[in-house]
């Protein structure tokens, strides 16, 4: 994989960061949000059996308000000993009194402990109730429940002793319906749209009955009861919560059952997953969307940002490639302003020195070829006449010639001096292009008082008038090298003058490509025709003396300093001009 696909790629994965770390915690804002709902449903479920117990106590005292009548108690006594029409009329008069005082009342009957039937303010007594009478010795005659009618209607049965003398006479049986019962599974605002409370009482055979529940659910908890709603649970009074479970619609619902024990009735009270986790879902479906439609701008974004890292990197790598292949003249010619950037100026910064150091090599292999050539030619010519000398020295001393010998002697030496000062000055001009060294500030006036200085004995001995310039005081230049600029000026003018007392003259003028040094002298000159060559190596003027080397080393200099040289001469004039770049 390319460092381009790299980059788009982490890129990529940094921008989804913030959307995978929303994934990992799904499942966690998932969970607060059902404990939070479960939380809601057993609070209303446990307000509703709070609720529930409240209507029992209420019917409760209602149906103690009745059995306490003192008068109803005495015409029940009466009526049980003689059977006093009269007891009868009055028996009816307070319990008619009682229906119509309470709504939710239907019909009360009175019946013996035995379960004999004595009043009913409806049809005939069924045999089930007689039996309940009978049953509901064991608890003092006190019994409550839920009971389905042949018709199909659900009504509220209570029964309470009537007492007198500390002796049960009778029960009073209270049929009511359970419209307060109900009302009280309608009153939580929490259920919203898709939440209902269901109620069911334990059957005969233990199945639950839904006592209220929506059209077809009945049917439905019959056929599979533990996986619809948990209505068995309800009934057997086990309290619990349901995460996992479908309605009678076979829709995934959220569920928590109470046992409402003084009527036997189990309550669940449910509401739809969706309903639950319909905003989160929106939430996350919202935010798939708009990280959907921002990964485009962002894959774009990645791409373009991955593609400006790449293309110089790319170019560096092409660079290297045709650098490597001999070509120094590649430029990445980057603009970027970062690291890259940096890294591919710096790149071509070192081309630009690779290729200067190239061409200093070219250039000074071909001084070296120039050289060998040059010093082949000039240094042969002293030998052969110092081997001619030998021969005519041997014979002069065969021959005992003591002048002769002397004065060939002095030739030799003077060669021999000649071809070591050519050597020296050979060493000093390759040492010029190869020596590490450091520009700094100066005045080349100092430098200039210094050569002037070290010539002093010469300059004297010749009478030489000595002139300056007003120099700058701040030259970028390589010190020792240009002491050695004027060292060489100076000696030259000192070599080529046909007399004493002459004129040395340090100028300094200002240009504008900078400033525009020389040194000219009096009582010399150069032809027209010499001008071009005196800055060669071994190169001297026609009848002059000398190595023909310290000129050689005055351009070697201005060289070093990316500057030019060049002579300009009259007839009794010379003057050797110089620039520094930098000055």
């Given at each position: 994989?390319?460092i381009k696909?790299?980059?788009?790629?982490l890129?990529l994965?940094?921008?989804?960061?913030?959307?995978?770390?929303?994934?990992?915690?799904?499942?966690?804002?998932?969970?607060l949000?059902?404990?939070?709902?479960?939380?809601?449903?057993e609070?209303?479920?446990?307000n509703?059996e709070e609720?529930?117990?409240?209507?029992?106590?209420?019917?409760?005292?209602?149906?103690a308000?009745?059995?306490?009548?003192?008068?109803?108690?005495l015409?029940?006594?009466?009526?049980?000993?003689a059977e006093?029409p009269?007891a009868?009329?009055?028996?009816?008069?307070?319990?008619?009194d009682a229906?119509?005082?309470?709504?939710t009342?239907?019909?009360?009957?009175?019946?013996?402990?035995?379960g004999?039937?004595?009043?009913?303010?409806?049809?005939?007594?069924?045999?089930?109730?007689?039996?309940?009478?009978?049953d509901?010795?064991?608890?003092n005659y006190r019994?409550?429940e839920?009971?389905?009618?042949?018709d199909?209607?659900?009504k509220?049965l209570?029964?309470?002793?009537?007492n007198l003398?500390?002796?049960?006479?009778?029960?009073?049986?209270?049929?009511?319906d359970?419209?307060d019962i109900?009302a009280?599974?309608?009153?939580?605002?929490?259920?919203?749209n898709s939440?209902?409370?269901?109620?069911?009482?334990?059957?005969?055979?233990?199945?639950?009955?839904?006592?209220?529940?929506?059209?077809?659910?009945?049917?439905?908890?019959?056929?599979?009861?533990?996986?619809?709603?948990?209505?068995v649970?309800?009934?057997q009074?086990?309290e619990?919560t349901?995460t996992?479970?479908s309605?009678?619609?076979?829709?995934?619902?959220?569920?928590?059952?109470r046992?409402?024990?003084?009527?036997?009735?189990?309550?669940?009270?449910?509401?739809?997953?969706?309903?639950?986790?319909?905003?989160?879902?929106v939430?996350?479906?919202?935010?798939?969307?708009?990280t959907?439609?921002?990964l485009?701008?962002?894959?774009?974004l990645?791409?373009w940002?991955a593609w400006?890292?790449?293309?110089?990197?790319?170019?560096?790598?092409?660079?290297?490639?045709?650098?490597?292949?001999?070509?120094?003249?590649?430029?990445t010619?980057?603009?970027?302003?970062?690291?890259?950037?940096?890294?591919?100026?710096?790149?071509d910064a070192?081309l630009?020195?690779?290729?200067k150091?190239n061409?200093?090599?070219?250039?000074?292999?071909?001084?070296?070829?120039?050289?060998?050539?040059i010093?082949a030619?000039?240094?042969?010519e002293?030998l052969?006449?110092?081997?001619?000398?030998l021969?005519l020295f041997?014979?002069?001393?065969?021959?005992?010639?003591?002048e002769?010998?002397?004065?060939?002697?002095?030739?030799?030496?003077?060669?021999?001096?000649?071809?070591?000062?050519?050597?020296?000055d050979f060493?000093?001009?390759?040492?010029?292009?190869?020596?590490?060294l450091?520009?700094?500030?100066?005045?080349?006036?100092?430098?200039i008082?210094?050569v002037?200085?070290?010539?002093?004995?010469?300059?004297?001995?010749?009478?030489?008038?000595?002139?300056?310039?007003?120099?700058?005081?701040?030259?970028?230049?390589y010190?020792s090298?240009?002491?050695?600029?004027?060292?060489?000026?100076v000696?030259?003018?000192?070599?080529?003058?046909l007399?004493?007392?002459?004129q040395?003259?340090?100028t300094a003028?200002?240009s504008?490509?900078?400033?525009?040094?020389?040194?000219?002298?009096?009582?010399?000159?150069i032809r027209?025709?010499?001008?071009?060559?005196?800055?060669?190596m071994?190169?001297?003027?026609k009848?002059?003396?000398?190595?023909?080397v310290?000129?050689?080393?005055?351009?070697?200099?201005v060289?070093r300093?990316?500057?030019?040289?060049?002579?300009e001469?009259?007839?009794?004039?010379?003057w050797?001009?110089?620039?520094?770049?930098?000055?």
């Amino acid at each position: 994989m390319s460092i381009k696909w790299k980059i788009t790629v982490l890129f990529l994965l940094l921008a989804g960061t913030p959307l995978f770390i929303g994934w990992i915690f799904k499942s966690q804002y998932e969970s607060l949000v059902q404990r939070n709902a479960l939380a809601r449903l057993e609070a209303v479920a446990s307000n509703l059996e709070e609720r529930m117990d409240l209507v029992h106590q209420l019917n409760q005292e209602r149906l103690a308000g009745i059995t306490s009548r003192t008068q109803l108690r005495l015409s029940l006594s009466r009526y049980l000993e003689a059977e006093e029409p009269g007891a009868m009329q009055m028996m009816r008069l307070i319990i008619g009194d009682a229906l119509s005082s309470i709504p939710t009342f239907q019909r009360i009957d009175i019946l013996a402990t035995d379960g004999e039937p004595i009043l009913t303010t409806g049809d005939d007594i069924e045999p089930l109730i007689r039996a309940r009478v009978r049953d509901a010795g064991q608890q003092n005659y006190r019994h409550a429940e839920l009971r389905e009618t042949p018709d199909g209607e659900w009504k509220l049965l209570m029964m309470g002793p009537l007492n007198l003398n500390d002796d049960v006479i009778g029960v009073a049986v209270l049929h009511s319906d359970i419209t307060d019962i109900l009302a009280q599974a309608d009153r939580d605002a929490y259920l919203k749209n898709s939440g209902a409370v269901l109620l069911a009482v334990r059957g005969e055979d233990g199945s639950p009955r839904l006592v209220r529940a929506p059209v077809a659910t009945e049917q439905a908890a019959r056929d599979t009861p533990n996986s619809v709603l948990p209505f068995v649970d309800a009934v057997q009074a086990k309290e619990n919560t349901y995460t996992d479970i479908s309605d009678y619609r076979g829709v995934p619902v959220l569920a928590a059952t109470r046992y409402a024990e003084p009527l036997g009735l189990g309550m669940v009270v449910k509401i739809d997953r969706d309903e639950v986790f319909g905003p989160l879902q929106v939430l996350q479906q919202r935010q798939l969307w708009l990280t959907v439609a921002a990964l485009i701008p962002l894959f774009a974004l990645a791409y373009w940002i991955a593609w400006s890292v790449y293309r110089p990197v790319k170019r560096l790598v092409e660079g290297t490639g045709i650098v490597g292949a001999g070509d120094l003249g590649y430029r990445t010619n980057s603009t970027a302003r970062d690291e890259i950037g940096d890294l591919a100026r710096a790149f071509d910064a070192m081309l630009d020195r690779l290729n200067k150091a190239n061409k200093n090599l070219v250039a000074s292999r071909n001084d070296l070829e120039h050289f060998t050539h040059i010093a082949a030619h000039d240094l042969r010519e002293p030998l052969r006449q110092n081997r001619s000398l030998l021969d005519l020295f041997i014979l002069a001393v065969q021959h005992n010639d003591r002048e002769k010998t002397q004065t060939l002697s002095d030739h030799l030496f003077a060669n021999t001096d000649k071809m070591l000062h050519m050597i020296d000055d050979f060493r000093l001009l390759t040492k010029i292009g190869y020596r590490e060294l450091s520009r700094e500030t100066a005045n080349p006036k100092t430098l200039i008082d210094s050569v002037v200085s070290e010539l002093d004995g010469q300059l004297r001995a010749r009478e030489v008038d000595i002139r300056f310039d007003p120099h700058p005081d701040d030259v970028r230049l390589y010190r020792s090298l240009v002491t050695l600029l004027y060292t060489n000026l100076v000696q030259n003018a000192l070599d080529h003058t046909l007399g004493d007392g002459f004129q040395l003259h340090f100028t300094a003028q200002p240009s504008q490509a900078g400033w525009v040094f020389g040194v000219r002298n009096t009582q010399s000159s150069i032809r027209p025709d010499d001008q071009t060559r005196i800055f060669q190596m071994f190169r001297t003027g026609k009848h002059e003396t000398g190595t023909g080397v310290g000129l050689s080393i005055c351009k070697k200099v201005v060289d070093r300093h990316q500057g030019r040289i060049w002579v300009e001469s009259g007839p009794d004039v010379t003057w050797f001009q110089f620039t520094l770049e930098g000055a």
